[in-house]
């Protein structure tokens, strides 16, 4: 077992603005809890000093807890943090409707994005927004290109629901093809080697997954022709939604956002601080 690999799925769970906040005003109570507690027998000097700067050191943690959580949820840190990822790689230009590419793929390589597969659930329900949009970009892209390979790339649960996303969307089963050994970002370049060989093949994903795909994917010695779907922000936080609140309004849409991205920053941060990324 890849003992990196789970520190690194370990922090993904706890390292995220919701579980951070929370545990920041968790700690802030029980300091303040333990400070005006009535203790059972009167406290020398030192003890009475060290119980005011525990409830103070309380407090400290609730505020910080609570800004950071309202700063996480609007939209202008959101969007800074979304557009910062999305722009480093914008998507394919397009004239007339056909995406512009100096090579014409043999194949189309699109990165899992997770599933939520269960007993009769739909096929086109089977995999989360991020999948599903990189499913549907892929799709779109590979009409322009039907002479490709269709590769959904990560976990067998994974990749069989891309592929029936895929073929419900048109492409041939006889098109695609499954690499189901990935289990995150950093396997991709290596397990679709023995497919892809020196092949020109364009690397499909979400915008702010991009930085972190090329990366490895450049570091493996590939040079990708990149199509980023799953836009949020790019190329502009533009207001898009006429009823939708105030820029410093708190919004679950911004906590999203801005969870996704740092997601994505610390995964960079990691893939450099083990060697994976220059």
């Known amino acids: 077992m890849d003992y990196w690999f789970s520190v690194k799925k370990l922090l993904s769970i706890y390292l995220n603005p919701v579980t951070v906040t929370l545990e920041l005003v968790f700690l802030g109570v029980v300091l303040i809890g333990l400070a005006s507690r009535k203790p059972r027998k009167p406290l020398g000097p030192k003890m009475t000093r060290l119980r005011a700067h525990l409830g103070d050191l ?4 609730v505020i910080l807890g609570i800004l950071a959580l309202f700063l996480a949820s609007v939209d202008p840190v ?30 189309i390589v699109v990165l899992a994005g997770g599933q939520r597969n269960a007993p009769e659930k739909p096929v086109l329900s089977s995999l989360t927004r991020q999948g599903l949009a990189r499913i549907v970009g892929g799709v779109d892209l590979w009409k322009h290109f039907p002479d490709s390979k269709f590769i959904v790339t990560g976990h067998p649960d994974e990749t069989s629901a891309m592929r029936a996303v895929a073929q419900r969307l048109g492409v041939p089963a006889d098109r695609i093809v499954e690499e189901t050994e990935s289990r995150d970002t950093k396997d991709h370049p290596r397990k679709l080697k023995p497919l892809l060989g020196e092949s020109p ?12 795909s090329t990366a490895l994917f450049r570091a493996a010695g590939y040079d990708p022709i990149l199509a980023a779907v799953d836009l949020q922000i790019w190329p502009t936080p533009g207001v898009y939604d006429p009823y939708r609140p105030g820029l410093f309004i708190p919004r679950v849409a911004g906590l999203e956002l801005t969870s996704t991205a740092l997601h994505e920053i610390a995964g960079l941060a990691w893939s450099r601080w083990r060697g994976e990324v220059k």
């Open 58 to 61: 309380g407090v400290f943690f």
């Open 201 to 212: 093949f364009l690397l499909v994903t979400s915008g702010t997954h991009m930085p972190r």
């Open 78 to 107: 959101a969007n800074a943090l979304t557009l910062h990822l999305e722009r480093q790689h914008p998507p394919l230009e397009e004239r007339d409707g056909v995406p512009v590419v100096t090579t014409v793929p043999a194949a």
